[in-house]
């Protein structure tokens, strides 16, 4: 079991890195694709089986969809974001080395370090999870539900400002349409013969 | 040690076996189905269809796969090659990998594990990168362009057939493929179709968008966009791509008859399951994708996304409400 533990953990680890480094930010994208599933391994290696499919399902197969789509229609000059990197580097070099402190002072705290997951054999992990979100955790379930609807809702609201600029057609519209409205007919007399005159 | 070794040595072999057993008649279905949606299309307009290779052209698929297979594959200029590559294998993966959750019948499957639902939806949602991937790394407009237009409409889909089958877990109480038919025995009576039947229809509707089949092809709009993501391939590389959409239709179908539609049990009681009766309803749904190709104009692309967010899924909230305000009266038992 170790062999694949550490298997998929160098493998989460290097497409990690590889997220960083590559040049292309589509590669970018597909290396964090491929960490997403490194991890969903490791989690189905704890027998977390919802929460790694969950993660497949959710951040896999929609949100970095959906990244990948406006990353691919970017037009990033690398050369251009490159510029004055040295310029800045003191200050970002100073910021980076602050945090690096603080997270090894966070992680070091009694919390982060009994965290060896037993997996509950009495019941499959959906259950299990089910159980507790609606029971004991039920209204910080309903909280983060309402304050995502929110922001769905204000997303939505972002992109309908300002005048309609679409071509789009009300299909409400379009089925109230009659024959009438479109189409006259009109009642001719056929032509007579034509009269050659010279 | 030794015996250890050799224990998961012919443990492993007896999967590979066990995949070996699903993969090859699934291949050969496909090449099948190709065949059929050829045959049941033409007839449909009053043509013959393929009968020149073999008796009634029933060698067709055959000669069609050596012909592709021996046909140069041409790289694009400036297309980025390793991608280019992959894209066709990252289609194809993801629609055999969801066959290993599938029950066949009580006894026959290969992974019957707790979440089996689950894993089927996360495969399927993984199989658009395939077609992302193959649109970009093509360096192609048409195929750039396909491949957005297709990108966006699984996504849509995803939720509308997401929710539906929370209809189905809510009637069967499990996320297991196996539990699921079990709670439909005793007969059509007790079929899934009946008290979900609108879900049904919009899994169907939302399962036909997903396989990018007509009237929602507009991924590979022959008129508009050329094929679509896999204009730029040829040979294997594009037979693989068409593998992998046939291979999902059946999937697809496969589900639907699984949950809704009983899976292999016998629709009267005085017949035995079978796993034949798995194969009849499966075939039956897919001869309506075949149908629906021959009947339907092309929908236009923003109707397409009206009907997923604004129809369907909205649809699909209410039925489940209705399910879940049902269950808590006496008339629970229809859900059961």
């Known amino acids: 079991m170790d062999i694949i533990f550490y298997l998929f953990a160098s493998i989460l680890i290097l497409s990690s890195l590889k997220v960083i480094t590559s040049r292309n930010p589509v590669y970018s994208a597909l290396f964090l694709v491929l960490s997403f599933f490194s991890a969903g391994a490791i989690w189905l290696l704890l027998e977390a089986e919802f929460l790694a499919i969950a993660l497949v399902l959710v951040y896999v197969g929609a949100v970095m969809v959906l990244f990948l789509f406006v990353v691919m229609m970017l037009d990033i000059d690398l050369k251009k974001l490159k510029e004055g990197f040295w310029d800045y580097m003191p200050v970002a070099g100073l910021v980076a080395l602050i945090m690096f402190v603080e997270m090894i002072m966070v992680l070091n705290q009694d919390f982060f370090k009994t965290m060896q997951a037993t997996p509950n054999h009495s019941v499959s992990n959906t259950e299990a999870l089910g159980q507790v979100l609606y029971t004991d955790y039920v209204l910080p379930f309903e909280v983060a539900a309402i304050i995502l609807l929110v922001a769905i809702i204000a997303a939505i609201l972002l992109t309908l400002r300002g005048t309609k600029t679409h071509k789009g057609i009300d299909p409400a519209d379009q089925i109230k349409v009659r024959r009438d409205d479109r189409v006259r007919m009109v009642k001719m007399k056929s032509e007579t013969s034509i009269k050659r005159s010279r | ?336």
């Open chain 2, 1 to 336: 040690m030794t015996e250890g070794w050799f224990n998961i040595f012919t443990e492993a072999l007896w999967i590979l076996l066990k995949i070996a057993a699903i993969v090859l008649p699934l291949f050969l279905s496909v090449a099948y189905l190709t065949y059929f949606e050829r045959k049941v299309i033409g007839f449909m307009q009053s043509r013959i269809g393929p009968n020149r290779v073999g008796y009634f052209g029933l060698l067709q698929p055959i000669a069609d796969a050596f012909k592709l297979m021996f046909k140069e594959i041409i790289t694009p200029t400036e297309s980025s090659r390793l991608l280019f590559f992959i894209a066709p294998i990252l289609t194809i993966a993801p629609a055999f990998a969801a066959w290993a959750v599938i029950p066949f019948n009580a006894e026959l499957v290969l992974a019957d594990i707790n979440a089996g639902l689950l894993y089927v939806l996360a495969m399927t949602s993984v199989a658009v990168y395939g077609v992302i991937i193959a649109g970009w790394a093509s360096n192609s407009k048409y195929a750039f362009l396909g491949s957005l237009r297709s990108a966006a409409q699984i996504v849509s889909y995803e939720i509308a057939m997401g929710f539906t089958l929370v209809g189905v877990l809510m009637c069967a109480n499990s996320l297991n493929l196996g539990n699921i038919v079990a709670g439909q025995q005793g007969g059509m009576g007790q079929w899934y179709v009946w008290p979900l039947f609108p879900l049904f229809i919009i899994y169907f509707i939302s399962a036909v968008a997903e396989t990018n089949r007509a009237p929602f092809d507009v991924a590979e709009g022959e008129s508009e966009i050329v094929a679509g993501f896999h204009v730029e391939y040829s040979g294997m590389a594009f037979a693989v791509f068409f593998l992998a959409e046939y291979a999902n239709m059946i999937l697809v179908s496969m589900l639907a008859a699984l949950m809704f539609l009983g899976g292999w049990l016998s629709p009267v009681t005085f017949l035995p399951d079978s796993i034949l009766w798995l194969f009849a309803k499966v075939a039956f749904l897919l001869f309506f994708f075949l149908w629906f190709r021959a009947t339907f104009p092309r929908y236009r692309y923003d109707q397409i996304m009206r009907l997923g967010w604004k129809v369907f899924i909205p649809l699909t909230l209410v039925w489940i409400l209705f399910v879940g305000l049902m269950m808590q009266t006496p008339y629970k038992d229809m859900f059961h």
